[in-house]
């Protein structure tokens, strides 16, 4: 059934007609057009479709779109304010943290996340936190400095 | 050394990489990003069994399905691509040779459409007899995958025998190996297996394709080697390559698994028949296992023959490869094994048989480092076998038998001086881990040290190439046009540095233009092998001083002095000595103007190639020749702690060390280390193709199949870069890509001796694995016998 929701999409609010069966996934790729959120595999072992619901990481491929109703959302195109890039983007930069880009915006929108966290991010609870998101090729060592790096910089 | 210039600027400097902002602001484009007007969606129907006759195919209801344009069966395609071998059909012909093989596609509207109708298809089937072993298919009298061997075109470089399984043959004779063994004191054989694996490139294989009326072909797909697409193409279809266009954006991990030929072809001809609408297929992460092509199995058994001082006096070595259903691109990895196949050790004496065999399973084709990663593991734990035989140290017996330079390879080839050092490697190696000191067992858990090395050479034809453009702007800024894609390995950074330092301008006024286009791109031949920043280096490196041949024409009319007298420094041309005679860059590049409207020179386009000297085929017979553009050395050294109860390592430090000649960008470096040795040790410790008896595969999904997180990687990984040069590479650059996945799982299983004495011969070394041959040690019983 087609229902209409409320989402505040990357500082934006919108009202969206979203199919019952649709995913957050979904909707963010397909109808809406934000291409940086990726997929893997669809079903929630990946975790490269990760995206902020309500300032918390999810999977988005796991979340029904009508579930979403009501919520904020963040995915990786409303990270950067102004043409200006946010901590943990640039600490990526600087720590050579990605290499294909495939799994980049999880990674980002995670360690944005645990930035909020508070202290005491340090390098066992990063790896806690991105342990759910596959990256093939970079071995996540540097993934882990540069949140580690960017939280001690806050 | 002191051939080298060391007062570089941006080469050797860890300048953040060009294709950062775009990924980090997750704008950058892959291929599934792509959408185009009129765009249609594929479903593919995939084939049940292993290997089966198709008796029928019926269509009728999918094609009334809503949505539908089009359904392809085999038989609307009637030929065959491949790489080196043409064995592979686009979609299954008369019988189907893997459970998972693409029988029928359906174009639809939608994607959802496609899925319904895809449903719809029924195919009747008759089950044939699969070979689900190599071991199995060599045998006489097995059933045969390909019937048709004796038609198929084939490279030279490649040996197929007809009526057998065999999709190539690699033979090498060096040396007397009787002899060998006859001089030999012990004398030691063993057997070595590791199963299939996938690529898991986080973005599964996607290509769109146009097949416009006027036939004209486009195709927008996530390949590592758009050429090659194009020639391969071209040479299946006979059109002609002007009139193929391949796009490539960036690559999300290929890894090899997209290198070659893949669906392209397929989707092309569903365009055909679709009116020339463009037609997308992008897997799904079960298709990516079944359907995409995988790193081929091995077996491999070993017979080394030593003196007692330690010499390795003879090895005959048998590997044979399961190729799966189609060798296309798989025959080559036996070749690189074959011609690789003593590891980095000098041995006089060697026979050797490299067989890529065919086998009911999912066909297979490159993978980083491949032939090497598994052929690796073979020789590998075979020197601490023999030096154990010998009671000799690990360490030591690898140094007495390696390969220096001045020594001759398998294929007789002589180690040229500036080939890197092997020696160094090991040394380095074992020093950081405190090699001899026993480590001491915490809180009941054992701990154990263990050491592999590894040498590699691309394997590729001995003519492959490739070009570089660099183009410049009115402003002086320049873009560099590669025809190596970028797929996450950092070569369009690292070949911006080698830009930047030879036209010494900033690596920020440098664009590399971020996709490939066979229609604009300059040639190269594939990204693979490990080949890019040495050849496509050269070829950016002779582009840029093209380039700076072209400005200094112009400058020495304008400025009337010799060529030989003008300096470029800082985007600036000034003569020798008089640095406040000079002109910008930026006056230059486009053509020099006098105030009076005259124009000296123009547009500047520099261009630059690169190609393999001197390699040769390698005889047919001995295997004896030139096959190596260039042979990079390394070694792990790792210290693990093992759990006796679960099974479960954990590596606590792993130290690398690569003689990659020079580091271009060390981080981009650094994070080829990380990156390759957790591969390795994923592949090793974790990942392999299961099937069940009729040969389907059981674990198709990253729940089953799983793969290294974040919580695997070693506790410590210190990574050592010896620089070497090697005198004609890119600023003495070897290259990183492969090596850093080469033997890491290797060690760990070395240390997993000195931890508990155990023993393992086959790949993946998980947890239940190690807990049963701990198991079957105390119980003094055979592994196969624990439960
Ligand atoms: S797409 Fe893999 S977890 Fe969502
Ligand atoms: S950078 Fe390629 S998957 Fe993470």
Redesign the interface.
Known sequence: MLRSIKVVLNGVERTVDVEDHWTLLWLLREKL?L????H????G??G?CTVLVNNTPVKSCLVLAPEVNGAEIL???G??KEGS?API?KS?????A????????AF?LTGHWLLQQGDGVDRKR???A???????????????EAIVDAARKK | MKNFREDLKYVGK?V??V??????????E?T??I?LPGMLHTKLVLSPYAHAKIKAIHTEKARKASGVVAVAVGDDFPFRVGLYVNDRNVLARKKVRWAGEPVVAVVAETLEQAYEAAELIEVEYEPLQPVLDVRDALKPGAPLVHEELGEYAHSPAFHPIPGTNIASRFTLKKGDVELGFKQSDVILENEFMMPQVS??????HTSIGQYMPDGKIKIWTSAQSPFTVRHILSVSLGVPEHKISVYVP??????GGKAGINFEPLVVMLSKMAGGRPVKLEL??EEQFITAPVRQGLYAKLKTGVKRSGEIMAEKILYVYDAGAYADYGVNVGRAAGYSCTGPYYVPNVETESLTVYTNHPWGTAFRGFGHFEFLWAIERQMDLVARELGMDPVEFRLKNALLPGKTTPTGEVLREDAGRIDECIRAVASRIDWGKKPVAAAGKPRGKGIAALWKAPAMPPNASSAAFIKFNEDGTAELLLGITE????AETALAQIAAEELGLPVEKIKVVPFRHTDVSPYSWQTVASRGLFMDGRAVQMAARDAKNQIFDIASQVLRVSKEDLVLSDERVHVRGRPEVGLELRQLVNGYVYPNGNVVGGPVIGRGFYSAARLTYLDPETGQGYPALKWTFGAHAVEVEVDPDTGMVKVLKLVSAFDIGKAINP??V??QA??????SMSLGLLEGYFYDEKGRMLNP???DYK?A???D?PEE?EVIIIENPQLDGPFGARGIGELSMLSVETAIANALYDAIGIDLKNLPITAEYIWKHIQAKKEKIPVEAVT
């Not at chain 2, 294709?19 to 950058?28: F, H, N, P, R, T």
């Not at chain 2, 690529?199 to 599964?204: A, R, S, Y």
């Open positions: 057009k291409k940086g959120t990726k893997g595999c669809d079903r072992d990946c490269i995915t990786i195109e990270l950067a890039l983007q990526f930069i600087e720590h050579s990605l290499q294909c880009g495939i799994c980049t915006a980002v990063v790896a806690e991105i342990d759910g998101i596959l990256c093939r090729c970079t071995g996540y060592r540097q993934i882990i | 860890p953040p990489r294709d950062s902002y775009e990924k980090i602001l997750g704008v950058a892959y599934g990003d959408e690529h898991v490139p986080l973005e599964t960036y690559i999300g991990g290929g890894f799904t992460r797929i996450g390995q950092g981080a981009i650094l994070g990380y990156g390759g040795a957790l591969q999904n990253l729940t793969i997180r974040a919580s990687i990984h």
